[in-house]
Each structure stands twice: as C-alpha cells, then as structure tokens.
C-alpha cells in the first residue's frame, strides 16, 4: 500500500545534538511537508517542497533545515539552535503544491523530547 | 490571510448522541475546506473536504459536514456517537492556486461516553 513512512517513531535529542527526522512517501507525489504539532496549538508549517532541490520556509522555520535530494523523501534536522524541540513532528504529502483541491496525506509522526 | 477558528477545544457526548463540532474560517477567496481526524499518537486521516460542488459533504465514519458561505462555517456532524469516534478533529482551509496549502486550526478533542 501506498503511504508515507516516519522514523524513528521517538527520539531523544541531547543538549547541543542535531536530529534527523526521515520522512519517506511512495505515493509520487510532488509536494512534501513538515509540520510541528503541540498540545491545543494545532500544525504549525515548518518548511515544505514543490519538487526536488527546492524548499520554501513555513511559519516556524527557525532552528530546523530540511533537503530534498530525491523526490520520496524528505528528512527534516532539528538543530541545537531550537530550544524547545518537545513536540510531535509530523511530514505529509500532496500531489502537487498548487493543487489545493487534493488533500494532504500524513505520516503517523516523531515524537521527540529533550534528555 | 486565512484562518480558521474551532469553538470548544474539548466536547463531550455520550454514546448514541449527535456528534457537532463547530469551524469557521476566514478567506478573502473562496476557500477549500477540510475535516481531519487524529488518534492519539498517529497522524492525521481524511475525514472529508468540501471543493466545489453540493455543499453537504460526507466523508467517512458516517461523518457530513456543510459549508454554509453566509455563515463562513463548515461544521461537522454525525448522528450517533460511537465509541471509537474518540479522537482529536481539525478542521482546514486553503484556497485555489494556495502556495501555502492548509491553515489548521487549533483542534476539538472529542470524548464519547458510555
């Protein structure tokens, strides 16, 4: 079955430490998405992609990177710059950015918290 | 600029009940709407999304949802509560030709009582 694929499900960050979030989708879709969830905020947009080797920052991009080296993944770093990483991070799919009649499919998410 | 505002962040119904969880949303354009369902520790499913087109809407679950342009709404609802509707539901928008795809808003966690 088609989908998206999140790893690890939980990770620890240390102080200081960069992460790395995997993100993988094998519904050839062209656009690709990370969003960060915390308790009674709903998303909120990191960063996505319209096609490979572009990226575009969202509303909270800071102290997070992103790359988009093949079209079905797109791992997103949480660097030491973000001092509250404690969150649950989770990266979606569409078939293309400008097709807003389709929806969104999601991954079922990262849950990452600080040692 | 979109928005989209959920009143109530936490409903109760018992088992049986009608199911009614309120979204408005803001847009210059005409917008795109969207209900999503989340179970705890998992990602978000398609509820169902309303285009163009009938503006009842129904979806999966037994849920509908109708988009009401005078009122900026699209509330969802469902006759009969049943257990496993239990679950945190986010309503979104976005509009044609949305660069920035969805605007989420900030959640209703559904509790269903026996």
């Known amino acids: 079955d088609g989908g998206i694929t999140q790893s690890p499900k939980y990770l620890f960050r240390k102080e200081g430490q960069n992460v790395t979030l995997s993100c993988e989708q094998n519904?050839?879709?062209?656009?690709m998405y990370w969003y960060r969830q915390d308790p009674g905020q709903g998303l909120r947009l990191i960063y996505y992609?319209?096609?490979?080797?572009?990226?575009q920052k969202g509303d909270i991009a800071e102290g997070y990177s992103v790359s988009r080296e093949k079209k079905e993944s797109f791992p997103l770093t949480v660097t030491s710059a973000q001092k509250n990483p404690t969150a649950f991070y989770l990266c979606?799919?569409?078939?293309?950015?400008?097709?807003?009649?389709?929806?969104?499919?999601f991954g079922d998410g990262t849950r990452l918290s600080i040692l | 600029a979109q928005s989209v505002t959920q009143l109530g962040s936490h409903v109760s119904v018992s088992e049986g009940a009608l199911v009614l969880l309120r979204c408005n949303y803001s847009?210059?354009?005409?917008?795109?709407l969207f209900w999503y369902v989340q179970y705890p520790n998992q990602g978000l499913q398609l509820l169902l999304k309303?285009?163009?087109?009938?503006?009842l809407v129904k979806g999966i679950n037994g849920f509908e949802a109708e988009f009401k342009k005078s009122e900026t709404s699209f509330h969802l609802t469902k006759p009969s509560a049943h257990m496993s509707d239990a679950a945190e539901y986010f309503c979104?928008?976005?509009?044609?030709?949305?660069?920035?795809?969805?605007?989420f808003g900030s959640g209703t966690q559904l509790t269903v009582l026996p």
């Open positions: 519904l050839n879709h062209d656009a």
């Open positions: 979104a928008v976005t509009y044609s030709g949305s660069a920035r795809q969805l605007t």
């Open positions: 847009s210059s354009v005409p917008p795109y």
């Open positions: 309303y285009t163009t087109g009938a503006t």
């Open positions: 979606a799919s569409s078939i293309g950015l400008y097709v807003s009649n389709q929806p969104q499919h």
């Open positions: 992609s319209q096609i490979v080797n572009d990226f």
